[in-house]
């Protein structure tokens, strides 16, 4: 059967997945795994990469729940609020992995003192901040397209250099603590085709998909260039100077 005979969702679902895959073949946290590799990753770096992604997991509640209160329920079975209940549990439980490794370390004494850390600290004027808005926005959006955007975008990427660092990151409890976070990202993205495959059938559905899917990479993206450069004590980047992209029709 040809992609012309297939349902909307389904070919939609491929696009999405393979742009994704192509933006995620490197990205700007390989630069940090390359540091790691050549043991030239600090001590205090190490603390700013899991605080990083912290920050980003604790930040993701605001988000869900944004999401959450705009589910209409007669639109969907009840698989799809059970899928995303478990997509908010897995966040919640790397979260608090991360949180147990800073912990482990005496990289803070308590949580408290870590809220008040400079590392744990949510700045809005920054692109983690920017990608958090961007994912909180959906919230406009049905829940179909808000899955799109997410689970076959950032989710993909996400998968990608967490399974570099699974692989190949020198620090045996770090490369523990990623290994340990593949499979449930890995059934947020089967989350993502099965839900863009089943439940987005609308030309205009299907087209607002690829454009948010397409947003949400690019801010991810440059969440993680900024997580990069934090991590290895880089400078802030000048005018157009640019590490990654991501096309936007």
């Known amino acids: 059967m040809g992609s012309s005979d297939q349902h909307p969702g389904t ?4 696009s ?3 742009q994704s895959e192509r933006e995620a073949s490197m990205t700007p946290m390989d630069a940090v795994l390359d540091a790691a590799r050549q043991e030239r990753l600090t001590a205090d770096q190490c603390f700013r990469l899991v605080s990083r992604l912290w920050t980003l997991k604790r930040l993701m509640y605001y988000v869900y729940g944004g ?7 007669n639109d969907y079975p009840p698989a799809v609020a059970y899928l995303f209940g478990k997509q908010i549990y897995d966040e919640s439980t790397h979260e608090m992995q991360y949180l147990d490794e ?3 370390r005496r990289w803070v004494r308590t949580q408290r003192k870590f809220f008040e850390h ?3 600290q949510f700045a809005t004027a920054s692109r983690v901040s920017a990608y958090i808005f961007c994912l909180r926005a959906l919230a406009n959006y049905p829940q179909n397209l808000r899955i799109a955007a997410l689970n076959l975008g950032p989710k993909v990427i996400e998968l990608a250099w967490t399974e570099r660092f699974a692989r190949s990151f020198p620090d045996d409890a770090i490369r523990a603590l990623f290994m340990s976070q593949l499979p449930e990202t890995r ?3 089967l989350m993502g085709r099965f839900q863009v495959e089943r439940f987005v059938q609308k030309e205009v559905d299907v087209q607002l998909a690829t454009r948010l899917c397409a947003e949400t990479r690019r801010d991810y993206l440059f ?3 900024e997580g990069a450069r934090f991590v290895l004590g880089l400078k802030e980047e000048t005018t157009g100077e640019v ?4 096309d936007i029709d």
């Open 118 to 120: 400079p590392y744990g």
């Open 67 to 73: 999401w959450a209160q705009g589910i209409n329920l």
């Open 243 to 246: 590490m990654v992209s991501a």
């Open 223 to 225: 969440f993680l260039e």
């Open 11 to 14: 070919t939609l679902a491929q």
């Open 102 to 104: 800073i912990l482990r």
């Open 16 to 18: 999405l997945l393979g």
């Open 187 to 189: 059934s947020h993205i």
